[in-house]
């Protein structure tokens, strides 16, 4: 891939495994055990997604989503909503469920690290995502 200055880092999904009573699955240490989840991200041109003729994003399946530090957001409102998270980043458009909870395993020039999301908002241009960082 190459270097974006918009989006200059990487990060990975994480999603608790369940059983099939939707138990969380525990390792031999008792965490929960995580699997990285694969999701649509929207291909660019001109830094803008591309679509089809019917306005639908062109996408392609990956494990590994590009991202960039925005802001900080305590207290942030959107919509309505009240979202309080310590950081948001933007990556491209991704197309399926990040779903509050899951951990994103992230990669930046200093060090990889885990956060638990908060809320994702697709919008026009890509999606943002808040999150608290797993403290250790």
Do not use: H
Not at 20 to 47: M, W
Not at 88 to 102: H, Q, R, S, W
Not at 104 to 113: A, I, K, N, V
């Amino acid at each position: 891939m190459a270097y974006n200055p918009r989006f200059p880092y990487t990060l990975q999904v994480l999603r608790a495994e369940m059983d099939d009573n939707g138990e969380p699955i525990f390792d031999s240490d008792a965490k929960p055990s995580y699997k990285t989840v694969s999701v649509l991200v929207a291909d660019y041109e001109k830094q803008m997604p591309k679509r089809d003729k019917d306005g639908v994003p062109v996408t392609r399946e990956t494990d590994t989503i590009p991202f960039g530090y925005r802001q900080q957001t305590a207290n942030a409102v959107i919509n309505g909503d009240v979202i309080i998270a310590e950081m948001k980043i933007a990556c491209p458009l991704v197309i399926g469920e990040i779903m509050t909870k899951d951990l994103l395993e992230m990669t930046d020039d200093d060090r990889t690290f885990r956060a638990e999301v908060v809320k994702k908002i697709n919008t026009n241009f890509g999606t943002n995502i808040w999150y608290n960082e797993v403290k250790q």
